[in-house]
């Protein structure tokens, strides 16, 4: 590889840039001080200001070596203060090896922030520096950091178990990459992919069309077990045997269909004077085309001829990518609560307050 050192780097909303000796304060109130933040890493919770101040002194000393990649995130909008930080925290020269860590406030979770920023450095890694392969790794209680991985384009290649210490202990590691040479085929992938709805069709499914959407449907439940902690292969028989129980229910299903393909799909549950959205999904390697809105914007238009101005949504809490694209369309009311028991297998990290009540989930 050939090294350059940490370069600034600029998205459509983000400076990734070196650190400087006035950051020791934003450091430590918007991310290192924070246990929350922390409870999946590698380095405790910063105590005082004064371990933020010598562990920023390294960071500055290190710039001086050109194989030393330290960037402080800072969202634009925000100002100049950095909100998280992202890094090569091991690199092998021999076979060209990058692997990335990273953090962010949770101030900023669930907004796309860390996938923006990974995507940026994976290409600096790619273009600038030679990188023939790079990787990350998370705790499988943390699902969150491994979604910000796979939407970055990079391939789970295995879960080590008891292989790795965080602040959480002795635990397991899952193993996500990319190769140069898959990033290459994936780039010419999304070259030849639809840049805007023009390119699709809206198709309202039969009973006949089951068949030819039942991957997708088996695509979705596989994700959304993953957001539960359960890891689980697509099951095309039984996403068929869903989509018949929606069809015979009288539910609408729609599908975006793109050169014979169907690339996503939206079933609708009208329980008068309600539109209830039950599954929303598009293929990861055609998502922002605008395929979603195209789907969204048939239930809208459906709850419209109903008299009514919004649709209802599920939406599992860990699902950072729909959440904020309800957001974008001005979705921001939580209106009700499921409460169930947990499923057999199934991982729960996190926690949800609503005004003096803790759910887990």
Same mark, same amino acid.
């Given at each position: 590889m050939t090294h350059c050192g940490t370069q600034r780097i600029e998205t459509e909303r983000l400076l990734l840039r070196r650190f400087s000796v006035n950051d020791a304060d934003a450091i430590y109130n918007n991310w290192a001080s924070d246990p929350e933040v922390t409870e999946f890493l590698t380095w405790p919770a910063?105590? @005082?200001?004064?371990?933020?101040?010598?562990?920023?002194? /390294? &960071?500055?000393?290190?710039?001086?070596?050109?194989? =030393?990649?330290? &960037?402080?995130?800072?969202?634009?909008?925000?100002?100049?203060?950095? $909100?998280g930080s992202i890094a090569a925290v091991s690199m092998n020269d021999d076979i060209d090896t990058v692997h990335i860590g990273y953090?962010?406030? /949770?101030?900023? &979770?669930?907004?796309?922030?860390? @996938?923006?920023?990974? /995507? %940026?450095?994976?290409?600096?890694?790619?273009?600038?520096?030679?990188?023939?392969? $790079?990787?990350?790794?998370?705790?499988?209680?943390?699902?969150?950091?491994?979604?910000?991985?796979?939407?970055c384009g990079m391939k789970y290649e295995g879960t080590l178990r008891s292989s790795d210490r965080n602040n959480r202990g002795i635990c397991d590691a899952c193993w996500y990459a990319l190769l140069r040479s898959e990033r290459q085929v994936r780039k010419e992938e999304m070259?030849?992919?639809?840049?805007?709805?023009? @390119?699709?069709?809206?198709?309202?499914?039969e009973t006949a069309d089951a068949g030819k959407l039942a991957p997708l449907a088996a695509e979705f439940r596989t994700q959304l077990k993953s957001l539960r902690g359960i890891r689980s292969q697509p099951d095309t028989d039984a996403g068929k045997e869903e989509i018949l129980e929606f069809l015979e229910a009288g539910f609408p299903v729609y599908a975006a269909e793109y050169r014979g393909v169907f690339v996503g799909y939206i079933v609708c549950r009208i329980d008068e004077p309600c539109l209830w959205v039950e599954h929303i999904y598009v293929r990861e390697d055609y998502r922002r085309k605008g395929i979603a809105s195209m789907l969204f914007s048939k239930a809208e238009e459906i709850a419209a001829s109903m008299g009514e101005d919004t649709v209802y949504n599920f939406v599992h809490p860990n699902n950072e990518t729909m959440i904020q694209f309800l957001?974008?369309?001005g =979705?921001?009311?939580?209106?009700?609560?499921? $409460?169930? /028991?947990?499923?057999?297998?199934?991982?729960?990290?996190? %926690? $949800?307050?609503?005004?003096?009540?803790?759910?887990? =989930?």
């Open positions: 910063h105590r @005082s200001i004064d371990v933020t101040r010598t562990v920023l002194e /390294k &960071w500055l000393s290190s710039y001086a070596q050109e194989n =030393y990649y330290q &960037w402080a995130i800072v969202l634009k909008e925000h100002g100049n203060d950095p $909100i953090c962010i406030g /949770k101030n900023w &979770w669930h907004q796309g922030i860390m @996938s923006e920023a990974l /995507k %940026a450095v994976m290409d600096f890694f790619f273009d600038e520096v030679g990188a023939n392969r $790079i990787e990350c790794r998370h705790d499988p209680r943390n699902p969150h950091s491994g979604m910000v991985m796979k939407k070259s030849s992919r639809p840049t805007h709805t023009g @390119s699709l069709k809206l198709i309202r499914i957001r974008s369309k =979705y921001t009311v939580l209106n009700m609560i499921e $409460i169930r /028991k947990p499923y057999e297998g199934e991982k729960l990290t996190a %926690a $949800i307050h609503v005004e003096n009540e803790t759910f887990d =989930y």
